[in-house]
């Protein structure tokens, strides 16, 4: 006579795999998430600076800053002697046309000239809130900060 399996056993065997599966989501899926979080924030931070960079240049050669980074970006790309600053700004992984928007929600930067225009403060123009993901997973979208006269906000 064959061993004969308990009915219950292949329900038992499925809750196990099921809850493996789960298990591994748990740990893989949040983690992804918060990669996603600190990248964006680090090329969100990297291209901010590179803006602020690229507004040194700008007033080097203007004595005032800019608010509007398509005339910023327009000065740059016509301007031929490839300078340092472009060059600090293609090492940052920035191409000029990737400059206009915050990685995380696509917002365009947010350019504040001082009434003298010898002064700019350069903000991410997101708002703190969560996107739900899978039912049980958020994601925070933050505000990653903002350079003022080149003091940048996060190195404090």
Known sequence: ???????????LE???????????LSLYIPKKLWDEEDKERELCRNRM?????LEQEYIRKNQVYTDTLDYLINFIKQDTTKSQVMIDTLLFNNP???LHNC???GL????????????????????????RYYLFF?????NHGSIT???KSWSK
Not at 14 to 24: A, G, H, P, S, T
Not at 138 to 142: F, G, H
């Open 96 to 98: 000029p046309d990737s």
């Open 103 to 105: 990685p995380s929600t």
């Open 1 to 11: 006579m064959a061993n004969q399996k308990a009915k219950g056993s292949i329900i």
């Open 149 to 151: 006269d080149g003091e």
């Open 138 to 142: 958020t994601k925070k979208i933050e």
């Open 14 to 24: 499925i809750l196990i795999v099921v809850f493996f599966v789960f298990l591994v």
């Open 49 to 53: 600076t590179a803006i602020w960079r």
């Open 108 to 131: 365009p930067y947010i350019l504040k000239l001082r009434e003298d225009k010898l002064g700019i403060k350069i903000e991410c123009p997101n708002e703190d809130y969560t996107i």
